[in-house]
């Protein structure tokens, strides 16, 4: 089955930048979108198709993409982007959606 | 402005079917892909399933013999049907629109599974 890895945790200061990353065992060439989840509340869609920002969200968020993996950049990291990010791709075989496990941003 | 809210029982015993709803309100619901999502306590997203507005569907393989999404367009509303449901299946329920992405979401429910 199609599987994205994320690393669990990434920390940084405020004001640095965070990048976390998301690897995928498919075929490239998927859209890889990415979510940010603050305790409590539901998911928010801050990158879709691997590079684009939704409107509403800063511009510090971007999303890079390089074969099978794909980053998204915190720059100026604030204290409000302390949450956990999550990406989110396509099984080109199945269609089905996948979710990555994960990465808890720490803001120091 | 497109809202998305789910409803249902907040617990269900053992070996039960767990019923949800989405109501779609602010925009059409003839149109996108209709994802649940869930997320046990603690831990990360899981794909549920969709549907299209056409009524096509695609499910989770780890839980396509236990689930069935529907949609009732008159209503607007599209549900989950979860059967034979165990401790496991204990978590935050989410509804949520696709369409390039998943961007919009419902707040969440919580479903325990318990006797």
């Known amino acids: 089955s199609y599987e994205l890895t994320q690393p669990p945790s990434v920390s940084v200061s405020p004001g640095q930048t965070a990048r976390i990353t998301c690897s995928g065992d498919g075929l490239p060439n998927q859209y890889f979108y990415w979510y940010q989840q603050k305790p409590g509340q539901a998911p928010v869609l801050v990158i879709k198709?691997?590079?684009q920002r939704p409107s509403g969200i800063p511009e510090r968020f971007s999303g890079s993409s390089s074969g099978t993996t794909v980053t998204l950049t915190i720059s100026g990291v604030q204290t409000e982007d302390e949450a956990d990010y999550y990406c989110q791709s396509t099984d080109t075989t199945t269609t089905y959606q996948v979710f990555g496990g994960g990465t808890k941003l720490t803001v120091l | 402005q497109l809202q998305l809210q789910e409803s249902g029982p907040g617990l269900v015993k053992p070996s039960e079917t767990l019923s949800l709803t989405c109501t779609v309100t602010g925009g059409s619901i003839d149109s996108f892909y209709w994802n649940w999502i869930r997320q046990p306590p603690g831990k990360g997203l899981e794909w549920i399933g969709y549907?299209?507005?056409?009524?096509?569907?695609k499910y989770n393989p780890s839980l396509k013999s236990r689930v069935t999404i529907s949609v009732d367009s008159s209503k607007k509303q599209f549900s989950l049907r979860l059967t034979s449901v165990t401790a496991a299946d204990t978590a935050v329920y989410f509804c949520?629109?696709?369409?390039?992405?998943?961007?919009?979401w419902g707040q969440g429910t919580t479903v325990t599974v318990s006797s």
């Open positions: 949520a629109r696709e369409w390039g992405g998943m961007d919009v």
């Open positions: 198709k691997d590079i």
């Open positions: 549907m299209y507005y056409s009524g096509s569907t």
